[in-house]
């Protein structure tokens, strides 16, 4: 298993935050390993939902079959997915409060299946990089 997680400060209340985060049509303008969502994103933003991502992590493209495991609106929301070779990937989002008007978010991603552990460290590095590239990138969406 390799596990990942970034946190950032942004400038912006969760309310804000969390628009961008589920915002679906502008997700690749932060997302760092987002490619694209082949039938459009989440149909409906609630527990039990699906949806199907292409991504490219360490270069590699991805197809994800994401469902979503826990929603709260401008606090929490986790996905966990089945990817290729049998890797399940499992993101949580977490927004919080931080001070006057601006949010906290924290990233946590987990990479879980025989063909993670072949390659954890580099996978580690690549994903903790783009999760704070993402972040940067929400940031500047929503300041």
């Given at each position: 298993?390799?596990?990942?997680?970034?946190?950032?400060?942004?400038?912006?209340?969760?309310?804000?935050?969390?628009?961008?985060?589920?915002?679906?049509?502008?997700?690749?303008?932060?997302?760092?390993?987002?490619?694209?969502?082949?039938?459009?994103?989440?149909?409906?933003?609630?527990?039990?939902?699906?949806?199907?991502e292409n991504m490219k992590l360490m270069g590699f493209?991805?197809?994800?079959?994401?469902?979503?495991?826990?929603?709260?609106?401008?606090?929490?929301?986790?996905?966990?997915?089945?990817?290729?070779?049998?890797?399940?990937?499992?993101?949580?989002?977490?927004?919080?409060?931080?001070?006057?008007?601006?949010?906290?978010?924290?990233?946590?991603?987990?990479?879980?299946?025989?063909?993670?552990?072949?390659?954890?460290?580099?996978?580690?590095?690549?994903?903790?990089?783009?999760?704070?590239?993402?972040?940067?990138?929400?940031?500047?969406?929503?300041?």
């Amino acid at each position: 298993m390799a596990e990942v997680s970034a946190e950032a400060r942004i400038e912006a209340p969760a309310e804000k935050v969390w628009a961008q985060l589920t915002d679906w049509s502008a997700y690749g303008q932060w997302n760092a390993t987002h490619t694209s969502f082949p039938g459009g994103g989440p149909a409906a933003l609630e527990v039990g939902g699906t949806f199907q991502e292409n991504m490219k992590l360490m270069g590699f493209p991805a197809e994800v079959e994401w469902t979503i495991e826990e929603l709260e609106p401008a606090r929490v929301l986790a996905i966990r997915g089945k990817g290729p070779m049998a890797v399940t990937v499992a993101t949580r989002y977490t927004l919080a409060p931080d001070g006057d008007g601006a949010t906290a978010v924290r990233i946590d991603g987990e990479f879980t299946g025989a063909a993670v552990s072949l390659m954890a460290g580099k996978l580690k590095d690549s994903a903790t990089a783009a999760l704070n590239e993402s972040l940067r990138k929400l940031a500047g969406l929503v300041a």
